[in-house]
């Protein structure tokens, strides 16, 4: 399950670093001054902020698109029915509007919550889950997700990580500049040299990883409030015995690795590597709701 991480970890590095670099020609195509901070921190924030908020306004389009779910419009049976009865119910409690409802095909026990808002989400469910889950432990996980959503974790990840990029994208750039004029002899000209875009793609790349670790913090932090958010309107018992289900199949997940952060399964990793990792521990996150 790591290599999966570790994917993902690359693939939102090689977009930085893309974004990266067409931030750096754009500098040249419109002129702008090494020295103008002003103007850097603006395209930085453009390029921070862009991919994070297509991200979050496609994230149901692209969920539906990538896992191949089928979303309960007109329930086909007693399962289904109880699936939407039960979101339902918990949407209403929470205070949030009632999510579209869907159901995949993947064999571990999995679920997850996505969506641009509150009010405009969806919950969906693996066919894994159903089997494996008896109907107090699923109702425990779709109390979960739909904590996410009541939440607004989807929002708050995106302007998480927008910030970030955009920090990353301006201090590679700042640095850059520093290290290239101490290496010319202290020429300071903006009129970079070619080694400047050398340093500058290193930094991107190496502040980057910097940022996937606060993000990964914080999704981290989300989960042990979802688990309580779940505990709430499912009961603690539920949640509990949700979680000692779902170590069955912990760190196996197939979600599609733009939204395996947002399932309730996550990888298993230890020392350095778990900084990396969206979830916390399965048996850290079931002693914190015992301790409760």
């Known amino acids: 399950m790591f290599k999966s991480v570790g994917l993902l970890v690359a693939t ?8 990266g670099i067409v931030l750096s020609v754009l500098q040249g195509v419109f002129g702008i001054s090494l020295g103008n901070y002003t103007a850097l921190m603006l395209l930085a924030t453009m390029f921070g902020f862009g991919g994070s908020i297509v991200s979050l306004m496609i994230s149901k389009w692209m969920a539906k698109r990538s896992t191949g779910m089928h979303v309960i419009e007109q329930p086909r049976n007693e399962a289904e029915l109880w699936l939407v009865n039960t979101v339902r119910r918990q949407a209403e409690a ?24 509150r009010n405009n989400s969806l919950v969906a469910v693996s066919t894994g889950l159903l089997r494996a889950m008896s109907r107090d432990e699923a109702e425990a996980v779709l109390g979960h997700e739909v904590s996410h959503v009541a939440n607004g974790d989807m929002v708050t990840m995106a302007l998480i990580q927008g910030v ?3 920090f990353v994208f301006f201090f590679a750039r700042v640095v850059g500049r520093i290290i290239d004029t101490a290496l010319s002899g202290g020429r300071d000209s903006d009129r970079p040299s070619f080694f400047y875009y050398i ?11 910097f940022a996937r670790v606060i993000a990964m913090w914080f999704s981290r932090w989300r989960e042990f409030r979802a688990d309580a958010g779940g505990a709430g309107l499912a009961g603690r018992d539920k949640m509990v015995a949700a979680l000692k289900r779902l170590s069955a199949t912990y760190g196996h997940s197939t979600l599609p690795s733009q939204i395996q952060a947002f399932g309730i399964s996550g990888a298993i990793a230890h020392g350095m590597r778990g900084l990396f990792l969206s979830h916390p521990p399965l048996e850290e996150r079931i002693r914190r709701l015992q301790a409760a």
Do not use: H, R
């Not at 009632?98 to 026990?109: L, N, Q, R, S």
């Not at 340093?199 to 990883?209: A, E, K, M, P, Y």
């Open 164 to 166: 970030l990029n955009t």
């Open 94 to 117: 929470a205070g949030i509007a009632m999510p579209e409802v869907g159901v995949y095909d993947a064999p571990e026990i999995n679920a997850f919550a996505t969506g641009p808002s």
């Open 12 to 19: 939102n590095l090689a977009v930085m670093v893309l974004f």
């Open 199 to 209: 340093v500058v793609t290193v930094l991107d790349i190496v502040f980057g990883l």
